[in-house]
């Protein structure tokens, strides 16, 4: 039920965090913006309200899973340390505890989400790609002639602006196809790296205030304390995931024309060198905004679940 609940919780959490997610990765892949609303409008503007959604079906279709094993994981290994350590599944976890076995839950969805996360970017980011291709083919000469119309008619540079991908799936094929098995798992070690303490952070944290928020004489907070435990858990989990979020993001939207960044740590330096160390927070006001409702929707969704199950007859 741990792996039911955390598919439905993972789904609803994904639908309403969406939008927000598109715009965050736009500004981190993206220098030309300035902020979180100049991304919007300029994304509005140009693509309208179907932009904010490009690349969703994949993560719909696969969120379900992702989030299923991520929480069952994390239920496991609890139970597993607990039995190991005190003798029974049923134990009361200390911190560490759940420290290790979120961050064991984070560590397992890295093989899950780095395909996808890869087709998510591409697919959010290519617009601009193209937009930008377009510019560079319609830049005038030194001469500063091109403004004058041609005797005889030449054909364009570029006849073709159709998008490269026409969808995840396809976006995913092709991928695989320019840049093998390896392409799919780009950014893979910023992925690694963002999962593990971001989760562990995310469920020690939500333990944490679900204990706080618990009234005297109950074992478990009522929607409210749920709601509030799991939005603040999802903001300092992006808190401290950020940084690697944004080199993952630029690892990945990196194939879309010429290759800038060698590996992580190149990617890093980079980076830092020519936008200062502030490009490491790209996007941190953002993810905590959307994160806030996200993760209210996920373990709302999750607990109540858990609860239905133990208030069905059995």
């Not at 091109?146 to 005797?151: F, G």
Request: hydrophobic fraction near 40%; include cysteine.
């Amino acid at each position: 039920m741990d792996f039911v609940a955390g598919a439905i919780g993972g789904i609803c959490g994904v639908v309403v965090g969406y939008p927000l997610d598109t715009v965050k990765v736009r500004i981190q892949t993206e220098p030309k913006y300035t902020g979180l609303w100049h991304c919007i409008r300029d994304t509005y503007r140009r693509e309208r309200v179907r932009g904010f959604y490009r690349g969703l079906s994949l993560p719909v279709c696969t969120v379900s899973l992702v989030s299923s094993v991520s929480f069952g994981t994390y239920r496991h290994c609890l139970a597993h340390i607990c039995h190991f350590r005190y003798g029974s599944a049923d134990a009361k976890p200390a911190k560490v505890d759940i420290t290790l076995s979120g961050c064991a839950s984070g560590l397992v969805r890295v093989f899950l989400t780095s395909p996808t996360e890869v087709a998510k970017v591409r697919l959010q980011t290519q617009t601009q790609s193209q937009a930008q291709s377009r510019m560079q083919t319609r830049r005038p000469s030194a001469s500063g002639l091109t403004a004058t119309l041609p005797m005889c008619p030449v054909p364009p540079v570029s006849p073709d602006h159709r998008p490269k991908y026409r969808g995840p799936l396809h976006c995913l094929a092709t991928v695989a196809r320019e840049e093998g098995l390896r392409g799919l798992y780009k950014g893979s070690s910023a992925l690694l790296l963002r999962e593990g303490h971001s989760f562990a952070t995310y469920f020690l944290s939500y333990a944490i205030l679900c204990e706080w928020l618990t009234p005297v004489g109950h074992s478990q907070p009522d929607v409210a304390g749920v709601l509030v435990a799991g939005g603040c858990a999802g903001v300092l989990a992006w808190a401290v995931a950020t940084p690697m979020d944004v080199i993952k993001s630029r690892l990945q939207a990196d194939g879309q024309g010429l290759r800038r960044y060698r590996g992580l740590l190149h990617c890093v330096v980079s980076s830092v060198r020519e936008e200062g160390p502030r490009v490491l927070f790209k996007g941190l006001g953002l993810n905590c905004c959307r994160a806030f409702p996200v993760n209210m929707v996920v373990f709302v969704a999750y607990e109540a679940v858990l609860r239905l199950r133990h208030a069905l007859p059995t």
